[in-house]
């Protein structure tokens, strides 16, 4: 049925498969991008449990650092105890003493830890998973193999879609509906809280509160098939008077190209049935089974999360789309022509 | 004097040559412990150096950002392959063969009760372990993780990998199965007289404990397997949400066996910790029944844990609440056995040795492995690390500190036992270091990785999010790692060549396994001693001298047969003089038989599938038409100490009758798994049966279940028959319940068929579909024992007193009665009430 089963033997170039024709390549600049670039290299701490910028993501890290504290002190005292029982003198302590260790330390205080740690975790539980809050905006996150189809739901009703990226407005509580089509995926934006899986046949629920502005990455947690480490994606925080302005302009149509070469590479995307698949507002391409590219050119990578956002990407992930995503469901176009491809891309690296 | 040196010295003959291991190529053709024991855990090993050499073409990929090295698609293989192989292929089977090996001689018994069986078993995992990793030879190897969760599984991989997991590992889950009975038995009724039950060595204690959790651990993955097949072959949509199923089944069937496994993987390496610890202290553990309770406990607790590996599928927060509280607690009992550890070597004499090395390295690694399994225990917590690498560092801490440093710390212990010959001081320590620094280094980068937001089972990952440094650091720690297994390989094969005998009980242990002299003759144990303590060579002053000079029971096979005792389960006092079948190749052609049903249903060649499975049935019947239930020439023997022993005994008395019960309380565990899945369905479905399927009506299923009954009856009167010597009855009765059996068979079936019940339709048809069939094959079992009691009737091999065969078939159809008592409840019942 699905097109997982195939067994590949092809060099995988993930993230490394900029440069497939290096040099041989004439594109201007698109306009404004000099953030991407920068956000893929430069990103320590974008995506870890350790650097929080959320309500939840805050509530567990606090957990951890008291947990690893504990985890310390227990080992050191029980490998202490172990080291100084290997070089007691021998019968230097009696049995019923050891009675006391074995109830004492073997039952009673890990007992007494445990119940103050799982009450501890509980407690913070509608902090970590708050309730879904009524009303207001919510977003719709299907994960699908390999990439993220977001929709955002205003509350006037309007359905706004895009993919590959999550933005969300500071010092608000956001709802998500997490879904799944084909197999199971997870949620995951390690900065902002844990992950929810998405699983078929299920809505599962998620609170998201950022507590700064930011721009984090997440990940597809459940192993979902062959590129699996290739379906992130990017979460970006933003204050609510910007998050508002972003939103209204992802939810217009696409503008129309801006010069000849564009307007070229408009023609042969749609010429070439990439309107079967993909939707781009404002033009004849409606077809829903991948991404929705209006604004295309806004977001901070491609690929979902794998490649920088410049025309040089755009024009070696339709030539190798294969080779950059394994067993990924849609075609290359690695058969047209440079200029062809070229023109594709920079159309829709234009589309912001 | 001279008398008594020609009396020793006949004895002794006569035992060699009864128990004689086959020379030349026959030799392959033995059954006895000391064999198959030795071979089982060899293969395992291998299969766990197999997995090693995959984790290290992971380390390989993952070593440097962005690699290419392994393609996506192989390295989901390798992944996939390396977990599975080490759980199913090394982790539960190493202790069962290792058990095999060692537990006759800790319990000073000749062998296990049903050697044939272990041969069997033996022969199956060879089988089925090669077919599951030569698969990555052909770049078929499964590629869905070792958990193989649907719908990736059922509907997005059809190559062969994924039946490859589901057939070949279900074949290794029946022979890890046979080998926990075998085991049961073998603990219950095998221990020397004067043993009871709260005298057994601690390693049995555990061992006992983890073969009951095989049992019901086991075959609710079985059931799983059997559900996640018919959706692949024959289109049952079990797991597939558009016609009703549902992927979270599969994980709940799968974590209900998945976390027991892990306690099945890690109480037997603290037996072996338990059996060196007090050797090395120089006394009696400290905390015997505190230990005891506490492995029980962690047994029983291990069940009531498994949805802390489904925290993120959504769950509501009461039921994240009370798996928290029971993930925790597991944390209790493992504390006390530590403590119990920790305690003996501090009111004893601590001895420095290579195994006290491994098992030291073995707490420092596994406490740490305990204290991040608590931090994961805690829903919040695992909210973010689940699924990250820092689960990866936390389950190989468990692992490694709770297995792997005890394995080795054990083989250390026991090569004297098994080789006769001692391993290399020096080169232990160099493994050891090389083994605990290289598996630190690897493993402790690993957490602060996956907090640094590293997902597992990705096949690469790009620079510059604080994972390339402790990446390279593992990829550099499994290297050390790997060289400390090659140092402690080079240590085994430079022993076995060159080693020098070693003396007898050469670490001067308490108990019975190191009774015997080095090297020790095939008969296993030259007489069964009576047992005082739990440390006989400590405490009991002349049993060696005894032992050498043949003064307890059972000192000579003077028919030539082998024999060991059976005792009583708990006071283990003496009930039977058990004679066990020797050399055969019966057992291997069974076995090659079944794993062809495996084999040739991976490849959809059902067919072949069935007539190697009819080979298979036949020489399992030829097994046991030959070697059980033998009438011996005479009803009694005199075995030594004026004990009288009969040679025969049915009922509860035998050790078949033993095996039959354990056997079907692993196979209710099963169909309980089966049964969990239709009222899961009816709780997650607001109309279940779905409107406008029409189920199979109560008529012919209450009809199925009276003939059944009756069936059941009949064979229980069969048997109270024979008993009292009514032949002419026992003729009549016997094959009646068959007729009756086949006709209840076929009216359970009618229900459905009638109705136009299609199990490809929806789930609810699928379900009962399912309970159906399992029941009927059943029957078609318990008709096929039916039928061997008669014929063994008509030949004389069953007869009014020598009658284990029907006492075990009408057991048996004790429980296929209650299979089919539920299932008519189930599929006919239940939607009348609902």
Known sequence: MGKGGRTRRERSGANSALGIRPGRR??????????PALLLSGCQGRQSVLDPAGRSAEAIADLWWVLLAGAAVVWLAVIGLAVYAVFARPNSHDLGKTRILIIGGGAVVP????????VWSLHILPVVHPPVPEGGMKVRVSGERWWWRVTYLTEDGREIPLANEVRLPVGRATAFDLVSPDVIHSFWIPSLAGKVDMIPGRVNRMVLEPTREGVFRGACAEYCGTSHALMNFEAVSMAPADFAAWLERQAAPAEPPEGPVEARGLELFLGYGCGACHTIRGTDATGGLGPDLTHVGSRLSLGAGILPNDPEAFANWLAATHVIKPDVNMPHFGMLPEAEIEAIALYLDGLT | MSTDEEIRRGQEERLAAAWATPKGWRYWSAVNNSEVGLWYTIVAFVFFLFAGVLALMMRAQLAVPDNDLLSADLYNQVFTLHGSVMMFLFGVPIFEAFSILIMPQMLAARDLPFPRLSAYGFWSFLIGGTFVCGSIFFGAAPKGGWFMYPPLTTEYQDDIGVDVWLLGLSFIELASIAAAVELIVGILKCRPPGMRINMMPLYAWYILVVAAMILFAFPPLIAGDLLFEMERAFDWPFFDVERGGDPLLWQHLFWIFGHPEVYIIFLPAIALVATMVPTFARRPLVGYSWIVLAAVGTGFISFGLWVHHMYTTGLPAISLGFFSGASVAV???????????????LVGRAVASVPMLFVSGALAVFVMGGLTGVMVALAPFDFQVHDSYFIVAHLHYVLVGGVVLPVLGGIHYFFPFVASKKLSDSLG?????????????????MHISGLRGMPRRVFTYPEGYGWDVLNLLSSIGALILAAGFLVFLVDIVKTVAFGSISERNPWQAGTMEWLPTIPNPAWGVRTVPLVESRYPLWDQKDIVATYDRGGFFLPDAEEGKRETLVTGTIDAEPLQCLRVPGPTWLTHVAAAGTGGVFIFSTFHWWWMAIASGLVGLGFVLAWLWTGTATIPEKPEKDVGLGVTLPLYASGPKSVGWWAMFITMLGDMAAFSGLVFGYYFFWTIHENFPPEGTVGPGWRWPVLALALLLAAWALTLAARILNGRGHRTGFFVALPLAMALAVAGA???????????LDPTVNSYAATVWVLVVWTNFHLAAGLLMQGYCIARAAVGKLTPTYDIDIHNVALYWHFAAVTAVVTVATIAGFPLVD
């Open chain 2, 331 to 345: 944390a209790i009992p493992t504390g006390v056995q530590i403590f119990c550890f920790i305690a003996t070597v």
């Open chain 2, 429 to 445: 320590r160099v493994s050891f270091w090389l083994v605990f620094a290289g598996f630190n280094l690897a493993f402790f980068p």
């Open chain 1, 111 to 118: 007992s007494v830890v445990l119940a103050a740690l799982l």
């Open chain 1, 26 to 35: 004439r594109i201007r600049p698109g306009p404004a991008l000099p953030v």
């Open chain 2, 746 to 756: 076929l009216a359970l079936a009618a229900g459905p068929w009638f109705t136009g």
